[in-house]
């Protein structure tokens, strides 16, 4: 029975930190109605930003966040401009830009594997590699920390998506770009600036990752399908959705782990995202199954 | 209107009918592709006065990703489902031969049909269950199904797990010893390029196409679109799997990361953009850019974090900027030069 606990523990510590890995693919998507595969690239430049702040400056990972997330910002910013404003009138709008994105994930990921090697990294503060026990469970301190930073980003998020004039500008054009744009939002600026705080979410949630699990820059690729199997169970869009997700199956994951084994774990994500796209492909809090 | 009179009609439209294909035919430069293929036939008489085994080896590694590409676009490029986990059945067709090949030793040249009829099975039932969703929701179930299948080949001891299994090389002398592969690769490449030709002018690739365009207008004008891309999704699978049978006998082992690894799945969807989905010629110009581009930067930077950061440019740029690949683009400028005209 303890064990069960410890396993749900676990689980439930491993969610948080993928709740944020999933909330700004979740963000991006639902308002430009983009698949981000780069995304989880992206989280890796955040983890690098982190990992050289905390090999060369001994800072802690937590506290470059902000500068992973301003940085990755501004990087989202770039991207937008350069890259994905001139694919708003193609025909073939999401192929394309699922196209472009997975082209930009390998160009993240050679750059990175360029100018850092394919070397495992970790950043290593304190707290990392401690743990606080309650009886016999133990909670790692690490992932426990990151969980709640992690939940607490969301929750500004959410906040100011459903308190602020232009969170309900961008929820507005989540639910329907074309009403939206009638009633006077600028729906391109509300593109802007959500991509670009999807792609901060990234980089904030690699600082998180950087002292989560260890990493090298091919290594997105595993977390593109995690990621997706995260916002597709959640509902494409739905934040919501993606943080529960993230909870549920880091949980079934850590238990597929303890019955069958570690490798076996991460084939749960990659299995549950083939099951909800053909069983219910509008997710758990999709509205409509547009894609399907 | 009697019924002689429908018959005249038909009769006469039948007539007309050709002469139009007559004409069509008269500016197709079919002699173009058959030259091509006379060359390389003749190519590996150059071992009889030198060493060109590295020029036959970047020709049979054209000639496989001529197939893989081709293949590929049965499905990306005719149907429109854009598919990133192809070489799974790449996998599937380089495992099933490499098996037979290392327990029964029966060669993967003459395995192949049957490793691309796996395959296609294979693609055959993945098809039924990934291809009632589309759009982006159907490329990430392909990514998925890269990640599931090489957990599953990694962890399945009587294939040799993440080692692999390696296969005896033939016995033949290092001058000669390509050639078995070369021609093998250089009969499916002119197979696979045929058999595209023939889908593009078929009943089956018009109503492919119509999927491409519109897919609910296409079912409704009477199209069974859920057998067609469940076909094309077979047909597609079957050449890929075939390309990888031999594949694998000519690298002499098998193992997941020679066939599950990103650079295959999206080099074959590249090679489809570069040259011009949906077009015949198309993967050809394609593979024959992209191996060239990857023999440049091995070459001269030798490193393949390098190659894939250059491999992500060049696709983006060409998303941005030539969406209809090169054949596509000058086609639509009408300056595609009648030799490159195969569709």
């Known amino acids: 029975m303890a064990d069960l606990i410890q396993i749900l523990v676990l689980g439930l510590a491993l969610g948080g930190v993928y709740a944020l890995m999933g909330a700004g693919l979740s963000l991006v998507f639902g308002v430009m109605r983009i698949v981000n595969l780069a995304h989880p690239s992206l989280i890796m430049l955040g983890a690098y930003v982190a990992y050289w702040a905390f090999r060369l400056g001994g800072i802690d990972p937590m506290i470059i966040l902000p500068v992973a997330l301003v940085i990755l910002a501004a990087t989202g910013v770039l991207l937008y401009k350069l890259v994905f404003e001139r694919e708003a009138r193609s025909a073939q709008y999401s192929e394309m830009t699922v196209l472009l994105t997975f082209a930009l994930a390998m160009v993240v990921e050679g750059a990175l594997g360029t100018a850092f090697t394919n070397t495992q990294r970790v950043t290593s503060p304190d707290y990392a590699t401690d743990a606080f026990f309650i009886s016999s469970v133990f909670i790692p301190k690490g992932q426990l920390y990151a969980g709640i930073v992690s939940l607490s980003i969301i929750s500004a998020l959410a906040l100011f998506l459903k308190y602020s004039a232009f969170g309900n500008a961008i929820r507005a054009t989540t639910q329907n770009r074309d009403a939206a744009e009638l009633l006077g939002v600028n729906v391109n600026f509300v593109g802007l600036v959500s991509f670009a705080i999807g792609i901060g979410l990234a980089g904030a949630a690699g600082a998180l990752v950087s002292f989560v699990f260890s990493f090298f ?4 690729w595993e977390w593109i399908a ?29 238990f597929v782990g303890f019955f069958f084994g570690a490798t076996w774990s991460t084939l749960t994500f990659f299995v549950a995202l083939f099951v909800v796209l053909l069983v219910r492909p509008q997710g758990l809090f999709g509205e409509k199954p547009e894609l399907a | 209107m009697s019924d002689t ?59 496989s990703y001529v197939v893989i590409a081709s293949g590929w676009n049965i499905l990306g490029g005719f149907a429109g489902y854009i598919s990133l986990g192809h070489n799974v059945f790449f996998a599937v067709g380089g495992y099933f031969a490499g098996m037979m090949f290392a327990r029964l030793g029966i060669s993967t040249l003459i395995l192949a049909p049957l490793a691309g009829l796996v ?63 070369y021609y093998g690769f250089l009969v499916m490449a002119a197979f696979t390029v045929w058999v595209s030709y023939r889908i593009k002018h078929s009943k089956f690739g018009l109503g492919l196409r119509a999927i491409s365009k519109d897919e609910i207008k296409a079912e409704s004008a009477g199209i069974d679109t859920r057998f067609y891309k469940v076909l094309a999704f077979a047909i597609s699978a079957f050449f890929v799997g075939m390309a990888g049978a031999v594949w694998g006998e000519y690298l002499t082992y098998i193992r997941p990361n020679i066939f599950l690894t990103v650079l295959i799945s999206v080099n074959m969807v590249l090679i489809c953009i570069l040259g011009g989905k949906g077009t015949i010629a198309g993967p050809v110009i394609g593979a024959i850019l992209i191996v060239a581009f990857n023999e440049f930067f091995v070459a001269t ?13 060049i696709m983006m740029i060409c998303l941005m900027f030539f969406p209809l690949g090169i054949v596509g683009t000058l086609a639509k400028h009408r300056k595609l030069p009648r030799f490159l005209d195969w569709d």
């Open chain 2, 119 to 181: 395959a296609g099975l294979l693609g055959y039932l993945i098809g039924l269950i990934t291809l009632r969703v589309r759009g982006p929701s159907f490329i990430i179930s392909s990514l998925a199904l890269v990640m599931i299948f090489r957990i599953f080949f990694e962890n399945w001891e009587f294939v040799g797990g993440a080692a692999g299994v390696s296969l005896k090389a033939n016995d033949l002398t290092v001058q000669w010893a390509k050639l078995p592969y």
């Open chain 2, 5 to 63: 009179e429908t018959f005249d009609i038909l009769e006469q439209r039948k007539a007309y009918n050709a002469t139009l294909t007559q004409a069509a035919d008269k500016t197709r430069a079919t002699w173009f592709p058959v030259v091509v293929l006379l060359l390389l036939l003749a190519m590996p008489a150059l071992q009889f006065v030198g060493n060109y085994n590295y020029l036959l080896h970047l020709l049979l590694f054209t000639l």
């Open chain 1, 217 to 220: 820059p091919a290594k997105h």
């Open chain 1, 226 to 254: 995690v990621l997706m199997s995260l916002v597709v169970l959640g509902g494409m869009g739905s934040i919501l959705g993606t943080v529960l997700a993230a909870f549920i199956l880091s949980v079934v994951a850590a």
């Open chain 2, 301 to 313: 930077l030798g490193a393949s974090e390098i190659n894939i950061l250059a491999t992500g440019l």
